[in-house]
């Protein structure tokens, strides 16, 4: 299914989900899609795409999302709140981390 078909298909899943936060690149409300985990550290993790979304999205893509996590800043109809700076930055440090990871 294409990025654009996915993202009408989300514009109609949170009409029947609002209360859900929804990945940050094709709206799909968690309640219908899983997310794929950044581990911060062994015992806490954070998201921003989905499973479906995070194979497509390239390094930088995938930075903006979670800066766009982590300062509060989501997509207009869902903003979030924004971290305390240490924890934004020890979530953005662990994204970088898996990149260069990903990349070797
Ligand atoms: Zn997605």
Redesign the pocket.
Known sequence: MS?RT?RIR?WFLRLIAPGYS???????PWKF?DHRPVQINPGRAFFF??????P?LDPAEKYMYAQQAVYGIGWGWRRGQSWPLDRAKQALDALRGELRNEAS
Not at 22 to 28: P, Q, R, V, Y
Not at 49 to 54: F, G, H, K, L, R
């Open positions: 990025i996915r989300a929804c990945c940050l690149h094709c709206g799909t899609v795409a989905c499973v479906d979304c995070w497509l």
